[in-house]
């Protein structure tokens, strides 16, 4: 391996093949470097996961210019398992900075104590096809090639930023247009239940707040629509779903309409509507937050 890019009519031989890869890794538990503990792939405490912690290395490089470059070497001797060694990101990197340190002769004799070991305690890593391409792209890649890959990362994670922002304030304006939603329902019930309350009444009330209770309305079908295009969160879904759910029961309401006051069970059964109207929402909002705050 070798962060230089060839010269223009340089030779740069192929990569080797996923099969080599696994041989590789499959013959190595930790680090070639013989004083070096370092696993080829490294536990996150926090996840659980392995992450990889290594690289492929060339004892003699892939592409002429490079670190112990042979001119004589074919092309299959190149990329061929005999001539690579898995190292950790550090060694890989000093061998190939500091050649001078690092004779092939050196090289080979740490690839030599890598395979004994391998035998004596027969641990190593079996890398799946996906785990191939990221050795493949942290060992064969240019430092050129890395950055673009680095900036092309942090433009995504700055458009997944942006896509989380933009849901947080759809959940968040959909949360707050239910509560005054509900907050209307809750006040008009109990205008209900007044000897007062009749056709006229009733009129005047829709006269009055009608027209922001339908806003309302329309703000949290038009936010759940826009939020099912922009997740695919599970959880997120299915709480967007039992909210609309709940508060698409219009038929609770009809003895407020009638014109005669209602009944205490009447309202009571309205009020237990509401209050489940106001934890669907809440829970939307619990489940928007937990999942949005978290980047991964």
Request: proline residues 3%; neutral net charge; aromatic residues 6%.
């Amino acid at each position: 391996m070798s962060n230089a890019s060839p010269s223009a009519g340089s030779i740069e031989h192929r990569t080797p093949t996923e099969g080599t890869i696994k041989q590789l890794y499959g013959t190595a538990w930790r680090c070639g470097e013989p004083t070096c503990k370092k696993p080829l792939y490294r536990l996150n405490g926090d996840t659980g996961e392995y992450i990889l912690n290594s690289r492929i290395a060339h004892i003699h490089a892939r592409s002429q210019g490079g670190a112990r470059w042979d001119p004589d070497m074919s092309e299959a001797a190149n990329r061929d398992a005999s001539n690579l060694i898995p190292l950790c990101d550090t060694h890989a990197w000093e061998i190939d900075q500091t050649p001078q340190h690092f004779t092939a002769d050196m090289l080979r004799e740490w690839k030599r104590a890598q395979l004994a070991e391998y035998q004596t305690l027969q641990r190593s890593w079996s890398l799946t096809d996906a785990e191939v391409t990221d050795v493949v792209a942290a060992s064969f890649t240019t430092l050129e090639e890395r950055l673009l890959r680095g900036i092309h990362a942090a433009a995504e994670s700055a458009r997944q930023d942006e896509r989380r922002q933009r849901q947080r304030l759809l959940i968040a304006d959909t949360v707050h247009a239910a509560n005054n939603w509900t907050d209307a329902l809750q006040a008009v019930t109990l205008s209900s239940a007044s000897d007062r309350w009749n056709r006229r009444a009733i009129t005047e009330w829709v006269a009055d707040n009608g027209n922001a209770m339908a806003s309302d309305m329309q703000l949290i079908r038009s936010n759940a629509r826009k939020l099912r295009l922009e997740t695919r969160y599970r959880n997120l879904l299915e709480a967007l779903d039992a909210a609309e759910t709940a508060v698409g029961n219009p038929e609770v309401f009809d003895p407020i309409w009638r014109g005669s006051t209602t009944k205490g069970e009447e309202r009571a059964a309205i009020y237990r509507h509401l209050n489940h109207v106001k934890r669907a929402f809440l829970n939307l909002a619990e489940i928007g937050i937990k999942i949005l705050a978290d980047p991964s």
